[in-house]
């Protein structure tokens, strides 16, 4: 069992940058693709970004180029480098493993394909 537990969230303003970290327990984290996602008031759940066991990374449109998501096996963490933070990226940010261990494939963009997720943690972005 992989546990996510998501920290770093905070307040702000916009062109900022924030670090957020996913440390997930359990011995076999190194062989499971990890995701984030994200969820502003009033609206679905959406994807962010996904890394795989042996990272290769997909990042949604809306934050391509200013996201970079990494992973560092040695200490069961995740990462998500936010850069050039927009008001619009407020939201609750999650973490959450794959389903299926060493996955490489296409689906990643769904929540169906997660089995564990963090408690999330707030990102606000003020203008």
């Known amino acids: 069992q992989v546990q996510p537990v998501e920290s770093g969230g905070g307040l702000v303003q916009a062109g900022d940058s924030l670090r957020l970290s996913c440390a997930a327990s359990?011995?076999?984290?190194?062989?499971?693709?990890m995701g984030w996602f994200r969820q502003a008031p009033g609206a679905e759940r959406e994807f962010v970004a996904f890394?795989?066991?042996?990272?290769?990374?997909y990042y949604a449109d809306s934050v391509k180029g200013r996201f970079t998501i990494s992973r560092d096996n040695g200490k069961n963490t995740v990462y998500l480098q936010m850069n050039s933070l927009k008001p619009e990226d407020t939201a609750v940010y999650y973490c959450?493993?794959?389903?299926?261990?060493?996955?490489?494939?296409?689906?990643?963009?769904?929540?169906?394909?997660?089995?564990?997720w963090g408690q999330g943690t707030q990102v606000t972005v003020s203008s």
């Open positions: 959450a493993k794959h389903r299926r261990i060493y996955y490489y494939g296409s689906d990643y963009g769904g929540s169906a394909a997660y089995d564990y």
């Open positions: 359990g011995r076999s984290f190194s062989g499971y693709g």
């Open positions: 890394i795989t066991w042996n990272e290769s990374v």
